[in-house]
């Protein structure tokens, strides 16, 4: 039986994209690639470049050099064809005074040619009454309206950054399973945060900025399967841990005080070190479980870009 290639088909494309703001802030030759279907994180800290490459890919900046492309067309020379398939939450919510929540959904809905099914729908989800002022709203509840008005029009694609600054744990934990829910129709997203656990649990591809700079860009089953391991182990003495730090593994702490080491172990290295550890005594080991967070740390601290983000 013939089997077809499948071409995966990039839904975002930004490349080398720069724009420079004087002093070291902006961007700088940003590259990443969205494929159909897929969540793509953007992590970092405040400040990295997040924003700024968002506000790039929805046509709101002209970049000093590169492009965006959504669907092969141009992000800032055709930003109203971009825009039909967008939806959006953006990092900053600013709504209008006047107006209670329902009003401005409902005027969104309106403008957009949708019903209200959806948006109602969503209410209920997130457990988000309406009808209040909007500026008499807190931030948890700007953000669920937020949120509604990003997806009662059912987008192809959603770009979402920070959605869930000032959720609490439980409508963080429904916004992630709206977001599973979501890819499992086909839709694509890209979402920023500089929250670890947010995008471990939603994301499939994570690039990390700093400074304006993509450092590193991974596959979340990379982090889940990793071929190596990194175990604690606290020794009876500190003539163990002077004897057992002269093995040649991956050492990322040797603390004599507490008797305690901290060390990377490949799968294929485990066996030995099962044996080499049984010729000591000791008091505890544990395995650290490798995380996007540590990850994250790793590159952060490793990373030699001096640039700085916006």
């Known amino acids: 039986m013939l089997m077809e290639n499948r071409v995966e088909e990039l839904v975002i494309s930004v490349t080398e994209l720069t724009k420079d703001y004087g002093h070291g802030r902006g961007i700088f030759n940003v590259s990443l ?57 953006p990092g900053e919510i600013q709504f209008p005074d006047g107006m209670n929540g329902w009003q401005f959904i409902k005027q969104i809905a309106e403008m957009r040619g949708v019903d209200l099914k959806r948006a109602q729908e969503l209410c209920e989800y997130f457990q988000l009454a309406p009808g209040g002022k909007l500026k008499r709203m807190s931030k948890g509840m700007k953000q669920k309206i937020a949120l509604v008005l990003a997806f009662m029009h059912d987008p192809e694609i959603l770009i979402l950054d920070e959605p869930t600054s000032g959720l609490d744990p439980l409508m963080q934990a429904k916004f992630c399973e709206l977001i599973a829910a979501e890819r499992a129709r086909g839709k694509t ?74 060390v990377f172990i490949q799968d294929i290295q485990i066996n030995e070190f099962l044996t080499n550890i049984s010729k000591y005594q000791v008091e505890y080991i544990s395995e650290i479980k490798f995380t996007l967070e540590k990850y994250f740390m790793n590159y952060y601290k490793d990373s030699n870009v001096v640039q700085g983000g916006a």
């Open 33 to 89: 690639e969205v494929r159909k279907g897929e969540i793509f994180g953007f992590l970092g800290p405040n400040g990295a470049g997040k924003t700024t490459t968002i506000r790039h890919i929805l046509g709101f900046s002209k970049a000093g050099s590169g492009s965006c492309r959504v669907k092969d067309f141009d992000c800032w020379t055709e930003p109203e064809k971009v825009q039909n398939f967008l939806g959006y939450v």
């Open 189 to 262: 997203i890209l979402m920023s945060s500089h929250m670890f656990d947010e995008i471990e649990k939603t994301c499939d591809r994570v690039a990390i900025i700093k400074q304006g700079q993509i450092i590193a860009e991974v596959d979340m089953k990379e982090i889940e399967h990793t071929s190596k391991k990194q175990f604690e182990i606290r020794f009876k003495s500190k003539a163990d841990v002077t004897k057992f730090s002269k093995s040649k593994y991956e050492f990322t702490e040797i603390n004599l005080d507490k008797n305690r080491v901290k």
